[in-house]
């Protein structure tokens, strides 16, 4: 009797959206732009993906047009499903299974990783953070002089939250780490005694 799976060849860009959806166990990914600046992050740090990804500054940030259609493939395929959130389906949770257990323990802890530390930031602040770590990739948004007019909150916000040193956060706010600390104290914010 002949075996009735279906056997799916999968792009590298599929197989890095899938692991990336499905590293927080399975919790929902908020939208396209943390799509795209998740996997913008990913690319930066595994090697075989940059080398099939290309980003470009566009209305909010780096930006993949690739990674919109490789998604919409998914969705065709019925391993992702799209609301207003992007989530695996039954059958990309098994896909997922299939592709953790051929993935190198630090891969699978780089992607935890950018998930866990973008995933609950606001999208101002996740722009802000890519954004002033990019800063290349400002030059077509749409939303920069928002996130410039609301720089020094944001960064209190990203500091707060402990996702970005204090360093990072004074980067961010546009201001040099003992003026950002003067900020913060003028806030009545106590920062810790090593930072």
Do not use: C
């Not at 493939?73 to 059958?91: F, H, M, P």
């Amino acid at each position: 009797m002949r075996s009735t799976k279906k056997v799916i060849q999968l792009t590298i860009v599929q197989k890095y959206l899938i692991l990336l959806l499905g590293a927080l166990n399975f919790k929902p990914l908020r939208g396209k732009t943390w799509l795209q600046k998740e996997m913008f992050l990913l690319s930066r740090n595994i090697e075989n993906l940059r080398d099939e990804i290309y980003f470009e500054p566009h209305h909010y940030g780096p930006y993949s047009e690739l990674l919109d259609q490789e998604l919409e493939n998914l969705e065709i395929l019925g391993i992702v499903e799209l609301n207003d959130k992007i989530k695996l389906t039954d059958v990309g949770r098994k896909v997922y299974t299939h592709l953790v257990s051929k993935l190198s323990p630090d891969e699978l802890e780089l992607i935890r990783e950018i998930r866990s530390e973008l995933d609950d930031l606001t999208e101002e602040e996740l722009l802000a953070l890519i954004y002033f770590s990019y800063p290349k990739m400002t030059k077509e948004s749409r939303v920069l002089d928002r996130i410039l007019k609301n720089r020094e909150k944001i960064a209190v916000k990203l500091y707060l939250k402990e996702k970005v040193s204090l360093a990072k956060a004074a980067e961010i706010a546009g201001k040099s780490l003992s003026e950002f600390i003067k900020y913060l104290k003028r806030q009545g914010i106590k920062i810790p005694l090593s930072y």
